[in-house]
C-alpha cells in the first residue's frame, strides 16, 4: 500500500524528504554565486582591476541571502524529520558551516582593495568546495521508509 | 541585501562593544609621531556620535574669551571668508555623488549619515553683518544662490573667488554689497567625475594672480580603482588671469583647508589621512605645501610607510614621499586652517586653529574641536592646544562639528559648525 501523505503545499517538502523545487533552487543557485565570487578573486588578484573585487563582493552578499534561504529550508526538514541524523544533520551542519564562512568572507570583502587579498581569495576557495559538497549531499538525500524506493 | 544589511549593524554593534583597539586616549602630534604597526579587524571600528541640539549650551573657550552663535538655521555652513568692511560670507552646501560600489559603501554610507545634518544641501553663499560693531551680526541675507556646493572662498582686489565642488567661479565685488550682481563668472572646471571627497578648499596668493584649490581622493585608498584618480589627491595653482593650471603638489590624500602663512608667503594645508588601519593610524597633518613635493598618497603615509593595500606598487613614488611637517593625531578629520594674529591675544598670537570635524573609524572618539598650533619662526613649535571645545556633551553626544575656520582682523575667530548649522564667534575679552 502507498503511504497516504497529508495535503503539503508543493514549495514544502516531506519530512526527511530530498529539498523540494524552491529549497533546491535556492541551494543549488548558491553554487555559482560563490563559484562566480571565487572566478571574479581569482580575476581581481591577477589584474588589480578592482571591478572584480566588486563583483566578487556582490556575488558573495547574493550567494548568503540564497543559502540562508536554503539554511532555513534544511533546518524546517532537520526538525520536521523523523530521526534527527544522518543525511538531514550533515547537509544542515555542512550549510551552516559554509553560511558563516560566507559571511566571514563578506566582511573580508569589505575591506578596501587589495587589503581583501588574500584572505579573501583563501576564504573564496574554501566556500566553494564547500557549496558544491554540501549541495551534492543536500540534494542526493533519500526518502526514508517509502515503499518501493530504496 | 536587507538580511545582510541587518547582520552587518549587529556585528558592526558587536564589534564595537566589544573591542579591544580603541586607541589611546592621547593622539601622537607633532614632527615625529609614534607609528603602531597596521591593524583591522574583520569591521572597521565605527562610532557614529548622535546628534543632539545645543539648547542654552554653547561651545567652551578658553578664560578670557567669549562665544557667541552670531547665526543660525544655515543650510550647511562649511567655509567663512571675512571680507575687508568686516561682514561674513558663510558657503553653504553638500556635494559628492559617489556611486555605491559594494554592499560596504551602501552599510557605512547609512551609519554615517546618522552623524550628519538632515538638513539640506543650501548652495549658497550667505552674507552676515555687524554694521554697529557691538559683536551681533543682525544683518543674514543670501549673497549669492543656484551654487554647486561651494566651499573654498578667496577674496583678492575686488573679486570674490568661490570654489564650488565642480568649478572656480568668480564675483565682481565693491564694497558694502550684500548681494552678487550677476551670476559668476567660471574661471575654470575643476575635477569632479564621482567626488567621493568633493571639498575644493581655496586660498590665494597676496598679490591675487594664483589660487591654490584642494582637490581630494577618489577613494578611501584606491578601492574605486586607479582610473579615478587622475586629477586627484593634489592642489592646483590656477592662474586666475592666463585660466591655467597645473598640479602644484601631489599624494595629499584630502587637502580640506588651505592658507598662506602672512609672514613668510607659504602655503600650509590641512590633509585627511586614510582609514581602515587602525585607531592611531594614520595621522591627520598640517604640512607646508612645496611646489612639486609629492606626499605618498596612496602608495605610502608619514613618509615611506607602505600601504599594502595599494596594487600594482610604486617603489619610486614611496622613495620620493615627504614626511609632513605636523601630526594632528588620526581620524580627527582636520577641516578648517586659519593663521592667528596679534589681536587674538597673546598666548594665541603666533599660529594656526585647526577646525577639527571629528572621527568615525575610531571606538574612542577624537577631534570634534578646535585646536591651537603655535609657531615659530613660520613653523610648528610646540603642543597643540585647545581652543574651542565642548562639541560633545558629557553623555558622548554631539551638539555640533566644526569645519572651517578664520580670523577676523578685528580680533575674532569665526567656526562653521555644520551640524547645528550655525557659525560660532570667539573673541577675546576686552
Redesign the interface.
Known amino acids: 500500500m502507498t503511504p497516504v501523505t497529508t495535503a503539503t503545499p508543493a514549495y514544502r517538502s516531506q519530512p526527511g524528504s530530498p529539498p523540494g523545487p524552491l529549497h533546491a533552487i535556492f541551494l543549488a543557485g548558491t553554487v555559482p554565486l560563490f563559484v562566480g565570487a571565487l572566478l571574479s578573486d581569482i580575476a581581481y588578484s591577477n589584474t588589480?582591476?578592482?571591478?572584480w573585487?566588486?563583483f566578487a563582493?556582490?556575488l558573495l552578499?547574493g550567494g548568503?541571502?540564497f543559502a540562508?534561504i536554503a539554511l532555513l529550508f534544511a533546518l524546517v526538514n532537520l526538525l520536521r524529520a523523523p530521526r534527527k541524523s544522518g543525511q538531514p544533520l550533515t547537509y544542515f551542519a555542512l550549510l551552516l558551516i559554509t553560511w558563516v564562512l560566507g559571511?566571514?568572507n563578506?566582511?573580508?570583502?569589505?575591506?578596501?582593495?587589495?587589503?581583501v587579498m588574500p584572505a579573501g581569495l583563501v576564504l573564496s576557495v574554501i566556500v566553494s568546495i564547500l557549496i558544491c559538497v554540501t549541495a551534492w549531499i543536500g540534494l542526493s538525500q533519500r526518502i526514508p521508509h517509502a515503499g518501493g524506493v530504496k | 541585501m536587507k538580511r545582510l544589511s541587518t547582520l552587518t549593524m549587529i556585528g558592526v554593534a558587536l564589534l564595537v562593544s566589544a573591542c579591544n583597539d580603541k586607541g589611546g586616549d592621547t593622539l601622537a602630534h607633532g614632527a615625529d609621531p609614534k607609528l603602531p604597526a597596521p591593524q583591522r579587524g574583520l569591521l572597521p571600528s565605527m562610532k557614529i556620535a548622535e546628534p543632539t541640539p545645543w539648547g542654552d549650551q554653547k561651545p567652551t573657550v578658553p578664560e578670557g574669551y567669549s562665544v557667541t552663535a552670531i547665526a543660525g538655521d544655515l543650510q550647511i555652513p562649511r567655509q567663512t571668508l571675512v571680507l575687508p568692511n568686516g561682514d561674513i560670507l558663510v558657503a553653504e552646501g553638500r556635494g559628492g555623488n559617489a556611486a555605491k560600489l559594494k554592499p560596504k559603501d551602501v552599510i557605512a554610507g547609512y551609519i554615517k549619515a546618522k552623524g550628519n545634518t538632515k538638513v539640506k544641501s543650501g548652495n549658497r553663499l550667505t552674507l552676515l553683518r555687524d554694521a554697529d560693531g557691538d559683536g551681533k551680526y543682525e544683518l543674514k541675507t543670501v549673497f549669492a544662490d543656484n551654487l554647486n556646493a561651494p566651499y573654498g572662498l578667496a577674496f583678492a582686489d575686488n573679486k570674490i573667488y568661490v570654489a564650488n565642488q565642480d568649478a572656480l567661479v568668480r564675483f565682481d565685488y565693491s564694497e558694502g554689497q550684500t548681494a552678487a550682481a550677476a551670476a559668476p563668472t567660471t574661471i575654470t572646471q575643476l575635477p569632479s567625475e564621482i567626488n567621493h571627497h568633493w571639498t575644493k578648499a581655496m586660498t590665494i596668493s597676496p598679490d591675487g594672480r594664483y589660487v591654490y584649490v584642494g582637490i581630494g581622493s577618489n577613494s578611501n585608498i584606491t578601492e574605486r580603482g586607479m582610473e579615478a584618480e587622475v586629477d586627484r589627491a593634489m592642489v592646483w595653482q590656477i592662474d586666475v588671469n592666463t585660466r591655467t593650471y597645473k598640479p602644484y603638489a601631489t599624494g595629499l590624500r584630502n587637502p580640506t583647508a588651505l592658507a598662506m602663512h602672512p609672514e613668510t608667503g607659504q602655503l600650509w594645508s590641512v590633509v585627511n589621512e586614510r582609514d581602515e588601519l587602525g585607531p592611531d593610524l594614520v595621522p591627520d597633518y598640517l604640512t607646508s605645501v612645496r611646489e612639486g613635493g609629492f606626499y605618498g598618497w596612496p602608495y605610502s603615509y608619514w613618509g615611506q610607510n607602505v600601504d599594502p593595500r595599494v596594487k600594482p606598487e610604486n617603489p619610486k613614488k614611496v622613495a620620493a614621499a615627504i614626511k609632513p611637517d605636523y601630526s594632528l593625531g588620526s581620524h580627527v578629520a582636520a577641516l578648517g586652517l586659519s593663521f592667528s594674529q596679534p589681536v587674538m591675544g597673546a598666548k594665541f598670537a603666533n599660529g594656526a586653529f585647526v577646525g577639527e570635524h571629528g572621527s568615525w573609524n575610531r571606538a574612542n572618539p577624537v577631534g570634534y574641536k578646535v585646536i591651537f598650533v603655535p609657531f615659530a619662526g613660520g613653523r610648528p613649535a610646540g603642543e597643540p592646544i585647545d581652543f574651542v571645545t565642548g562639541f560633545r556633551d558629557a553623555n558622548g553626544k554631539t551638539r555640533g562639528r566644526p569645519v572651517g575656520v578664520t580670523v577676523d582682523p578685528k580680533g575674532a575667530l569665526i567656526v562653521a559648525d555644520d551640524l547645528a548649522n550655525v557659525v560660532w564667534r570667539v573673541t577675546p575679552n576686552r
Open positions: 588589480y582591476q578592482i571591478q573585487s566588486n563582493s556582490w552578499a548568503e541571502l540562508g559571511l566571514v563578506c566582511f573580508q570583502h569589505a575591506k578596501d582593495a587589495w587589503a
